[in-house]
Nanobody
Framework: QVQVVESGGGLVQPGGSLRLSCAVS????????MTWVRQAPGKGLEWVSE???????YYLDSVKDRFTISRDNGNDALYLQMNSLRPEDTAVYYC???????????????WGQGTLVIVSS
């Protein structure tokens, strides 16, 4: 069975940092592209970042110089280091299997339940 579990969210002040983690099982992680998606309150899903099986990384413009996506194939884990957080980063963050390169998040599968990030003073 495929399992995807996000963790690391919480409440942080503007300008602060968080590291999100995503532990996966049930598919071959090392050959899979992986993506982070977020959903702000009352808004739709928004593609944030992805990493392909070769380690290439891609980012939404508004997070490009602040977030870093990485993977640990030895532990079947995906990470998102978030620095210089802004209130508009407030959202539920999901990781999902697949890569769409800025495309429609509906093409992704094996979603986790998400972890909530709140950026507020």
């Amino acid at each position: 069975q495929v399992q995807v579990v996000e963790s690391g969210g919480g409440l942080v002040q503007p300008g602060g940092s968080l590291r999100l983690s995503c532990a996966v099982s049930g598919f071959t992680f090392s050959t899979s592209a992986m993506t982070w998606v977020r959903q702000a309150p009352g808004k739709g899903l928004e593609w944030v970042s992805e990493i392909n099986s070769g380690g290439g990384t891609y980012y939404l413009d508004s997070v490009k110089d602040r977030f870093t996506i990485s993977r640990d194939n030895g532990n079947d884990a995906l990470y998102l280091q978030m620095n210089s957080l802004r209130p508009e980063d407030t959202a539920v963050y999901y990781c999902a299997k697949g890569g769409v390169l800025y495309g429609n998040t509906g093409a992704l599968d094996a979603w986790g339940q998400g972890t909530l990030v709140i950026v507020s003073s």
